[in-house]
């Protein structure tokens, strides 16, 4: 029997033609420290096939580790502190200490969109026309988003791979992310027993009807559960509901590229 998905790029649902075939890895590289493919003791994700240009299209992959590494940070209470420009309320100043992240390289900081302002004099940065023109940022909204559009890219390639055997047509996904995530962590028992992609990367899969999915996937300090909702279903007041104190957020599109335009939305 034929792989129905073979021939389907799973970021954009269209067809793949010759001379455009890339593999893309359902577990991203960048989440993980260990070499793939398969190792003893873990479980190994496979690759889908995409177009080259889909596959490239999702850069934002790249920053996954970042992301999670800086939410975690935020989350803390050492290192960053937010401050109002003294005689220009309007501005709000988020200061990070750079020596916290060490991890971060120059490019990092232009992706979240960090002011490196170390060979600066305060003089300069504290002179409101050096924010003219300077994108306005929320480090942790960036920060979760990236890393809630890569998690929720890998869930539904393993879904894809895994489960469903086919690239659904249109996607609604609820993702309620939590940050301070350990190990110790399990679903184990409720959603049945899974080994780890890596050391603190682990997926839990469960079908909850003909048409929903519940997928926990916990990637180092964050744990972030994802409903898969694969029919024509508003399942958002349902889910608020359920996770009453905590973000909500929808994606709604017609495929997993659409997480790079339209992206989500806060219930
Ligand atoms: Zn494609």
């Given at each position: 029997m034929t792989d129905p998905t073979a021939v389907i790029c799973y970021l954009c649902g269209l067809p793949i033609k010759d001379g455009s075939f890339s593999d893309d890895h359902a577990v991203p590289v960048a989440l993980m420290?260990?070499?793939?493919?398969?190792?003893?003791?873990?479980?190994?994700?496979?690759?889908?096939?995409?177009?080259?240009?889909?596959?490239?299209?999702?850069g934002p992959e790249t920053y996954v580790a970042k992301a999670i590494d800086l939410l975690e940070f935020l989350a803390g209470t050492e290192g960053h502190?937010?401050?109002?420009?003294?005689?220009?309320?309007?501005?709000?100043i988020k200061a990070l200490d750079s020596s916290k992240l060490p991890k971060f390289a120059r490019r990092d900081m232009a992706f979240f969109k960090f002011l490196d302002v170390r060979d600066k004099d305060y003089a300069e940065f504290s002179d409101p026309e050096f924010f003219v023109g300077?994108?306005?940022?929320?480090?942790?909204?960036?920060?979760?988003?990236?890393?809630?559009?890569v998690l929720a890219k890998s869930a539904a390639a393993l879904l894809i791979k895994r489960d469903l055997h086919?690239?659904?047509?249109?996607?609604?996904?609820?993702a309620v992310p939590y940050s301070g995530a350990t190990d110790a962590i399990s679903f184990d028992e409720p959603l049945?027993?899974?080994?780890?992609?890596?050391?603190?990367?682990?997926?839990?899969?469960?079908?909850l009807g003909d048409t929903e999915w519940f997928v926990?996937?916990?990637?180092?300090?964050?744990?972030?559960?994802?409903?898969?909702?694969?029919?024509?279903?508003?399942?958002?007041?349902?889910?608020?509901?359920?996770?009453?104190?905590?973000?909500?957020?929808?994606?709604?599109?017609?495929?997993?590229?659409?997480?790079?335009?339209?992206?989500?939305r806060q219930l």
């Open positions: 420290a260990r070499t793939q493919p398969k190792a003893k003791g873990f479980d190994y994700g496979g690759k889908l096939p995409t177009h080259a240009e889909c596959n490239n299209r999702f502190h937010d401050y109002q420009h003294r005689t220009h309320p309007h501005i709000t300077k994108p306005k940022t929320n480090p942790t909204r960036d920060a979760l988003y990236v890393a809630m559009s086919a690239v659904p047509s249109a996607w609604r996904i609820y049945g027993l899974t080994k780890s992609f890596d050391t603190g990367i682990h997926v839990w899969r469960k079908q926990a996937f916990r990637a180092k300090s964050i744990l972030l559960y994802l409903v898969f909702v694969l029919a024509d279903k508003d399942m958002g007041p349902m889910i608020r509901q359920i996770f009453n104190d905590s973000q909500v957020h929808e994606f709604t599109g017609s495929c997993l590229n659409d997480l790079l335009t339209t992206g989500w």
